[in-house]
Antibody, heavy 117, light 109 residues
Framework: QVQLVQSGPEVKMPGASVRVSCKAS????????VKWVRQAPGHGLEWMGW????????YYAQKFQGRVTMTTDTSTSTASMELRSLRSDDAAVYYC??????????WGQGTAVTVSS | QSALIQPASVSGSPGQSITISCAGTSSDVGSYNLVSWYQQHPGKAPKLIIY???KRPSGLSNRFSGSKSGSTASLTISGLQAEDEAHYYC??????????FGGGTKLTV
């Protein structure tokens, strides 16, 4: 079954870092880029950037540059996204999804990140 | 990158047709035939319903169609059904390896 399975919910304090993982199954992760998108409660979708599991190339949206790192581990078919210096407005559901072939668009189930002291 | 502009809400009765607009600029929608549309039900991940402006993923109902005029893309849903009630988001390539989403439209059936 073609799917992306994400790690579980996280609760973090302001200023901390969070790492969300995304494991691919049913397809070869290196055949597609992986994009990360987040959605704050009651808000729309926000593009964060992408990574090429094949080359390691990344592109981060300007808003997140300096605070986000996207990586992949091809041996485990897992992509990860780390966001640092968390603020209250980083509370959101974070999604990974395939990218690069618009006809092949698989999304993970989402990972809820709560930022609270 | 500024978000694409969508109406906050639209509504229609079962069997009717509705159109959701997605206004961009010459830097995104107007320059590329790379607009996607997503359907999102509460608590669920977005689901692709249109890509490259007017193409449907395999197996998706032909009640969904996409189009573009200038810098505005549109999603039309015909023969509205109760299960179409959801949020809909447009997304366009915006150059420089980035994409931009619309603010989302809540469809009430």
């Amino acid at each position: 079954q073609v799917q992306l399975v994400q790690s579980g919910p996280e609760v973090k304090m302001p200023g901390a870092s969070v790492r969300v993982s995304c494991k691919a199954s049913g397809f070869t992760l290196t055949s597609y880029y992986v994009k990360w998108v987040r959605q704050a409660p009651g808000h729309g979708l926000e593009w964060m950037g992408w990574i090429s599991p094949y080359s390691g190339d990344t592109y981060y949206a300007q808003k997140f540059q300096g605070r986000v790192t996207m990586t992949t581990d091809t041996s485990t078919s897992t992509a990860s996204m780390e966001l640092r210096s968390l603020r209250s407005d980083d509370a959101a559901v974070y999604y990974c999804a395939t990218y690069g072939d618009d006809s092949f668009d698989i999304w993970g189930q989402g990972t809820a990140v709560t930022v609270s002291s | 990158q500024s978000a694409l502009i969508q109406p906050a809400s639209v509504s229609g009765s079962p069997g009717q047709s509705i159109t959701i607009s997605c206004a961009g600029t010459s830097s995104d929608v107007g320059s590329y035939n790379l607009v996607s549309w997503y359907q999102q039900h509460p608590g669920k991940a977005p689901k692709l319903i249109i890509y490259e402006g007017n193409k449907r993923p395999s197996g998706l109902s032909n009640r969904f169609s996409g189009s573009k005029s200038g810098s505005t893309a549109s999603l039309t849903i015909s023969g509205l059904q109760a299960e179409d009630e959801a949020h809909y988001y447009c997304c366009s390539y915006a150059g420089s390896n980035t994409r931009v989403f619309g603010g989302g439209t809540k469809l009430t059936v």
